[in-house]
C-alpha cells in the first residue's frame, strides 16, 4: 500500500451522477461535461463496478452517446414540471444508493457525482453504513454543504484532462467584448499558498502523533488531511501524487521520512528545518527584552508581544493546539523557563 492507495484490499466502487445537475453547471462554466477525466479519476482510486446517470435524457442526446460509451447505466427521469422533476432524480437516486448498499456489501465506496446539498443526507446515511463517499461537482455551482460531508472532494474543474475555461467564454456569458488575444487567453488558476500546505500537514502530523500508538505513516497522513479537508488534492499544488509531495516537504526540512512496515509507505516525522527552532528563539528574546525593562513577564500578552517580532507567527503553523502548548515546547527545549504564580493566576516566564 502507498500513501496515495485506499486502505485495505481493492477499492469496488459505485458511481451515481445526478447528470443534469453537472452537465448544467459544466456548460455554464467550460462549455460541455467530458465524462473521460471522471472514470480516469475513478480508475485510479479502484475498480467501478456500478455505474449509473439519471437524467432526463431528451435534453442530452450527445452526452447520451458518450456515456453508453463508457458502459454508464441511463436511467430515465421523464421531463415534468419545475422541480418535480428535479425532485424525481434525486429521490431515485438517493434511493437507488442506499438499496444497492444493502444490496451489494462488497461495495466499498459511493461516488456522487452532484453539487447539490439535498444530497448531504444521502451522504451521512452511507457512511453511517461504513461507506467511504467521494463527491464530484462543479465547483462555481457546488453547495458549501456537500464537501464536507464527504470523505473525498473532486472538484471536475480540477480533474486531469480538464481544460481550464476559456476567458471568451467567461466574457460571452456576461455579454461582454474581448479583443482577439484576450478571447484566446486561458483564466488564471489560482496557485494554493506553500504555508497553508505545510501547515496542514504539520498541525496533521501533531494530532496523529499525539493521538497514534505507533508510527504515523504516510498513508495514514494523508487519509487524516483528507478528514480534515475533503477536497484536498496534492496536484493542486503541482505533485503527481503524495509521495512527492512528503519528499518536497522532507527537502525543504518541514518533515522527515524514514522506512515503514510497507514498502511506498514511509514514516512520516517533524522536519528539523520547519521553523521551529527559530520560533523558540525569538520568544526566548522577545522574554529577555521584556525581562530587562523590569520584572519578568507573564505568559498573558507574551504571543502578542511576540507577533510585534515575527508577525507571521502562529503556534499551530507548528502543530500546538494553543500558546501554552508552545510555551510548554519552549520550556522543554531549554528557550525559557516558567513558573505559576498564584496571585496572578498566571505563569511568569523568565529566559533560560
Known amino acids: ?72 447505466e441511463l436511467i430515465e427521469i421523464p421531463q415534468r414540471m419545475g422541480a418535480v422533476r428535479k425532485n424525481a432524480a434525486d429521490i431515485k437516486m438517493a434511493v437507488d444508493a442506499i438499496e444497492l448498499s444493502f444490496e451489494r456489501g462488497y461495495i466499498t465506496t459511493f461516488v456522487l457525482g452532484t453539487g447539490d446539498s439535498d444530497f448531504t443526507p444521502l451522504v451521512h446515511k452511507l457512511r453511517e453504513l461504513n461507506k467511504r463517499v467521494i ?12 464537501p464536507p460531508a464527504c470523505d473525498e472532494f473532486l472538484f471536475y474543474e480540477r480533474l486531469e484532462g480538464v481544460e481550464a475555461p476559456a476567458r471568451k467564454r467567461r466574457r ?38 499525539r493521538n497514534a500508538s505507533g508510527p504515523v505513516l504516510a498513508s495514514m497522513l494523508k487519509r ?78 507574551l504571543k502578542t508581544q511576540l507577533r510585534r517580532s515575527v508577525p507571521d507567527f502562529s503556534e499551530k503553523r507548528f502543530g500546538y493546539g494553543g500558546f501554552l502548548q508552545f510555551a510548554k515546547a519552549a520550556q522543554r527545549r531549554g528557550a525559557i523557563e516558567m513558573e ?4 496572578a493566576d498566571d505563569y511568569v516566564v523568565r529566559p533560560a
Open 340 to 343: 505559576w504564580d498564584d496571585e
Open 224 to 301: 487524516a488531511v483528507l478528514r480534515k479537508d475533503p477536497t484536498f488534492n496534492e496536484s493542486n499544488y503541482g505533485f503527481r501524487g503524495f509521495g512527492e509531495l512528503l519528499r518536497d516537504l522532507e527537502a525543504r526540512g518541514v518533515v522527515s521520512l524514514s522506512e515503514g512496515s510497507a514498502k511506498g509507505d514511509p514514516e512520516v516525522h517533524y522536519g528539523s528545518g520547519s521553523g521551529e527552532a527559530e520560533a523558540f528563539a525569538a520568544l526566548r528574546k522577545v522574554v529577555e527584552r521584556l525581562a530587562g525593562k523590569g520584572s519578568p513577564p507573564h505568559l498573558s500578552g
Open 172 to 209: 460571452a456569458a456576461r455579454g461582454t467584448r474581448a479583443s482577439a488575444a484576450e478571447a484566446e487567453a486561458v483564466e488564471p488558476v489560482a496557485v494554493p499558498d506553500e504555508g497553508d500546505l505545510d501547515r496542514l500537514v504539520v498541525q496533521t502530523l501533531a494530532g496523529l502523533e
Open 135 to 146: 463527491g464530484i461537482g462543479i465547483e462555481a455551482s457546488t453547495s458549501a454543504m456537500l
Open 1 to 72: 500500500m502507498t500513501p496515495d492507495s485506499p486502505p485495505g484490499d481493492e477499492e469496488r466502487i459505485a458511481l451515481f451522477l445526478d447528470y443534469e445537475n453537472l452537465a448544467i453547471g459544466a456548460r455554464e462554466v467550460i462549455g460541455r461535461l467530458d465524462f473521460r477525466p471522471v472514470a480516469d479519476a475513478l480508475a485510479e482510486r479502484g475498480r467501478v463496478v456500478v455505474r449509473r446517470a439519471y437524467a432526463d435524457w431528451s435534453m442530452f442526446e450527445e452526452d447520451r452517446r458518450e456515456l453508453t460509451r463508457h458502459h454508464v
